[in-house]
Nanobody, 125 residues
């Protein structure tokens, strides 16, 4: 069993930045592809970003492209989501998810086997 934990959420003004981190138990996390999703109140969970297990491939949802950057730190066995130029519409609970199989359907929630509890990001206008 892999236990995923997110951190780094908080309250920030529009235009500000936050960096989320995702760590997981077990050495195998470094071989999992990893995704970030978010869910705002009253809305469905949406895809934010994905990084392959090697870190060589990344992809982003249209709403965050050009503002968010996903990266993998192998030394710390951590995946980061750097969020810049934050907007009030970025307010949501952000979830990290791990996929041991490297599915090509990484924008789909069911591709991921392990999920964290989420971290709240609130952007004030």
């Amino acid at each position: 069993q892999v236990h995923v934990v997110e951190s780094g959420g908080g309250l920030v003004q529009a235009g500000g930045s936050l960096r989320l981190s995702c760590v997981a138990s077990g050495d195998s996390f470094s071989r999992f592809s990893t995704g970030w999703f978010r869910q705002a109140p009253g809305k469905e969970r949406e895809f934010v970003a994905h990084i392959s297990w090697s870190g060589a491939s990344t992809d982003y949802g249209d709403a965050v492209k050009g503002r968010f950057t996903i990266s993998r730190d192998f030394a710390e066995n951590t995946v980061h989501l750097q969020m810049n130029n934050l907007k009030p519409e970025d307010t949501a609970v952000y979830y990290c998810a791990a996929d041991p199989w490297g599915s090509s359907a990484y924008r789909v929630e069911r591709s991921y086997d392990y999920w964290g509890q989420g971290t709240q990001v609130t952007v004030s206008s």
